[in-house]
């Protein structure tokens, strides 16, 4: 936690839409982090120890997808917790990491703000 407020990483490629979900993760008091890649996230991971939930896009380009990149968090910093979304595929949360959640494109803001407060008081 950043001065006491829980820090989110939104991973997503799209510049619009990395933007608003910035935007919904401030406006429900989180510090916001932001990544447009994967690799980029895992690059802030490594050198944060302050990220409490990371919001990520399951397509994206590079060396992994959103999917890969929850399970390789999930392995090498279980505490964090994770939220994914995608437009492109409605996914089953068997194929996600436990305590994982999942929305589909387009997302409404509040279920978003409520799953993230229910998962960031969950520790």
């Known amino acids: 936690m950043f001065n006491g407020k829980a820090v989110v990483l939104v991973v997503e490629d799209s510049p619009i839409i990395r933007m608003g979900a910035v935007d919904l993760v401030r406006s429900a008091g989180y510090v916001a982090l932001e990544a447009d890649s ?3 996230a ?3 991971l490594e050198s944060r120890a302050d990220i409490d939930l990371v919001f990520t896009d399951v397509q994206m380009p590079g060396t992994m997808d959103g999917i890969k990149l929850s399970h390789h968090i999930r ?3 279980p505490p964090v917790k994770l939220i994914v979304a995608s437009g492109e595929s409605v996914l089953e949360e068997i ?3 436990q305590g994982s ?3 589909s494109k387009p997302y409404r803001d509040h279920a978003v703000a409520d799953a993230m407060a229910r998962m960031l008081l969950s520790d």
């Open 42 to 44: 895992i690059r802030m």
């Open 101 to 103: 959640q999942f929305f």
């Open 95 to 97: 194929y996600l990491p």
């Open 75 to 77: 392995d090498r910093w």
């Open 38 to 40: 994967a690799d980029e």
